[in-house]
């Protein structure tokens, strides 16, 4: 690595998940194990997996990444949402790479240099972000080496996350692009009503149609973190031939804990493969 380079070394590993190679490869076989692979109508163009604590959300995550065939992809876009930082529309790290108890994972900078041709790039350091760290145990995993763009979001309109889509699509172009948007669904202090609310959201990514999945996403009543990430996401994933989206599977932090009584807070958790 050059002098300027730098190793975003993991704020979670030992947290939300396990800590040590070895914990790590043992929890992931499991859940990978315990997840069907679906055959899909089409090429494989785009993942949405959730990014809780792998206890929570791990299993569910599993059946996303499930669908991903071994050294089917090159560099994998992960877009998830900036919790803790603004960062604008959206940006991306300025790290070389990003460490986990798997190894280092470097950043596509060809890539990112693709996009910044496009859209204007900003590019942010040191950042704690759970959201798109979480997905990359599981794509080591199974894709061993490979590339990734980290791309954190603090999007809010449809028009922003269709062209960023777009843009994404056009770098993507003659490369073997795997696009993953990471989002955990409703956050409510009512079980049920996230059963609810996020059938209304399922429905709406099922329908696979813009102006109806941001109507609902974009909604205030719906508390889905990872929004815009899905909404990029699926833009891009149609601008590279994807047609339909394929709900895989879905969960609560209640199912998980037991704790489904009125008035418990409770996170849901959504698989979905986007497809040509």
Same mark, same amino acid.
């Given at each position: 690595? !050059?002098?300027h380079?730098?190793?975003?070394?993991?704020?979670?590993?030992?947290? /939300?998940?396990? =800590?040590?190679?070895?914990?790590?490869?043992?929890? &992931?076989? !499991?859940? *990978? $194990?315990?997840?069907?692979?679906?055959?899909?109508? #089409?090429?494989?163009?785009?993942?949405?997996?959730?990014?809780?604590?792998? $206890?929570?959300?791990g299993?569910?995550?599993?059946?996303?990444?499930?669908?991903?065939?071994? =050294?089917?992809?090159?560099?994998?876009?992960?877009? #998830?949402?900036?919790?803790?930082? /603004?960062?604008?529309?959206?940006?991306?790290?300025?790290?070389?790479?990003?460490?986990?108890?798997?190894?280092?994972?470097?950043?596509?900078?060809? /890539?990112?240099?693709?996009? @910044?041709?496009?859209?204007?790039?900003?590019?942010?350091? #040191?950042?704690?972000?759970?959201?798109?760290?979480?997905?990359?145990?599981?794509?080591?995993?199974?894709? @061993?080496?490979?590339?990734?763009?980290?791309? &954190?979001?603090?999007?809010?309109?449809?028009?922003?996350?269709?062209?960023?889509?777009?843009?994404? $699509?056009?770098?993507?172009?003659?490369?073997?692009?795997?696009?993953?948007?990471?989002?955990?669904?409703?956050?409510? %202090?009512?079980?049920?009503?996230?059963?609810?609310?996020?059938?209304?959201?399922?429905?709406?990514?099922?329908?696979f149609? *813009?102006?109806a999945?941001? $109507?609902?996403l974009? %909604?205030?009543?719906?508390?889905?973190?990872?929004? !815009?990430?899905?909404?990029?996401?699926?833009?891009?994933?149609?601008?590279?031939?994807?047609?339909?989206?394929?709900?895989?599977?879905?969960?609560?932090?209640?199912?998980?804990?037991?704790?489904?009584e009125? =008035?418990?807070?409770t996170? =849901?958790?959504?698989?979905?493969? *986007?497809?040509?």
């Open positions: 690595m !050059a002098a380079d730098t190793i975003r070394h993991s704020p979670i590993a030992g947290s /939300w998940y396990p =800590g040590t190679a070895r914990e790590l490869r043992a929890a &992931l076989d !499991a859940y *990978l $194990a315990a997840a069907a692979p679906v055959v899909p109508p #089409g090429a494989l163009r785009a993942l949405i997996a959730p990014h809780a604590g792998y $206890a929570y959300s299993p569910t995550a599993a059946h996303s990444y499930r669908q991903v065939q071994p =050294g089917a992809y090159d560099t994998v876009i992960i877009a #998830g949402p900036s919790h803790f930082a /603004w960062v604008g529309d959206f940006a991306v790290s300025a790290e070389s790479a990003y460490e986990t108890p798997l190894g280092a994972v470097a950043l596509d900078e060809e /890539w990112i240099a693709a996009l @910044g041709r496009l859209l204007p790039v900003r590019r942010v350091r #040191g950042d704690r972000e759970h959201a798109i760290e979480i997905q990359l145990p599981f794509l080591q995993r199974i894709l @061993g080496d490979f590339r990734f763009v980290p791309l &954190l979001m603090n999007a809010d309109t449809l028009d922003v996350c269709a062209a960023l889509g777009r843009a994404i $699509a056009e770098a993507s172009r003659g490369k073997r692009i795997l696009l993953v948007a990471s989002s955990d669904m409703d956050h409510m %202090d009512n079980h049920a009503d996230v059963v609810t609310h996020d059938a209304d959201v399922r429905r709406a990514v099922a329908s149609d *813009l102006g999945m941001a $109507a609902v974009l %909604d205030p009543a719906y508390t889905v973190c990872g929004r !815009a990430p899905i909404l990029t996401m699926a833009a891009a994933a149609q601008s590279l031939g994807a047609a339909r989206a394929q709900m895989l599977y879905h969960t609560t932090s209640g199912d998980v804990t037991g704790r489904t009125p =008035g418990h807070y996170v =849901g958790y959504l698989s979905a493969a *986007l497809t040509a």
